[in-house]
């Protein structure tokens, strides 16, 4: 719809029923979102919650870039899908100035943890477009 909610987390992420079978997932807050219509008018204000937050968004802090998209969200989901597989967080610190350093170099690791053994391949492969450092080259909505 254009929105780019800019704070995908899963405290922002409601169910309709306990039943995950019949749960519809319905994502809440948007005090920071906004709409994006084309690359005239990509976003350019660095917000967001620290362990969620695209690469690209954090640049701004800098002016380092031009401004992104609603791309940032699905970076979000990949983190949040990251932590309900394996229990823990792709990027991880207490200190935020090494936490955001950590997620703009992307290394999240190779599947070679216990927690990966039971997961398959193609959500491996989902993780790893959708952990993707260039926001430009990520996984978009209608391939996911």
């Known amino acids: 719809m254009g929105i780019c909610h800019r704070d995908i987390k899963p405290e922002n992420i409601?169910?309709?029923?306990?039943?995950?079978?019949?749960?519809i997932f319905k994502v809440s807050d948007?005090?920071?979102?906004?709409?994006?219509?084309?690359?005239?008018?990509?976003?350019t204000t660095m917000c967001g919650s620290p362990a969620y937050v695209a690469p690209e968004v954090l640049l701004q802090e800098?002016?380092?870039?031009?401004g992104y998209d609603?791309?940032?969200?699905f970076w979000s989901i990949g983190v949040i899908l990251f932590y309900l597989l394996c229990g823990k967080k792709p990027f991880e610190c207490e200190d935020n100035f090494e936490l955001y350093e950590m997620i703009k170099e992307g290394d999240y690791g190779d599947f070679m943890e216990p927690c990966w053994k039971n997961v398959s391949d193609d959500c491996k492969?989902?993780?790893?477009?959708?952990?993707v450092v260039d926001w430009k080259e990520r996984i978009k909505g209608d391939e996911i």
Do not use: P, Y
């Not at 800098?62 to 031009?66: A, I, P």
């Not at 609603?70 to 969200?73: E, I, N, P, R, Y």
């Open 62 to 66: 800098n002016n380092s870039e031009e």
């Open 70 to 73: 609603k791309v940032c969200d």
């Open 125 to 131: 492969d989902l993780l790893k477009k959708l952990l």
């Open 14 to 23: 409601l169910l309709t029923d306990k039943d995950l079978q019949t749960a």
């Open 30 to 43: 948007f005090g920071m979102a906004r709409f994006i219509d084309g690359e005239q008018a990509l976003a």
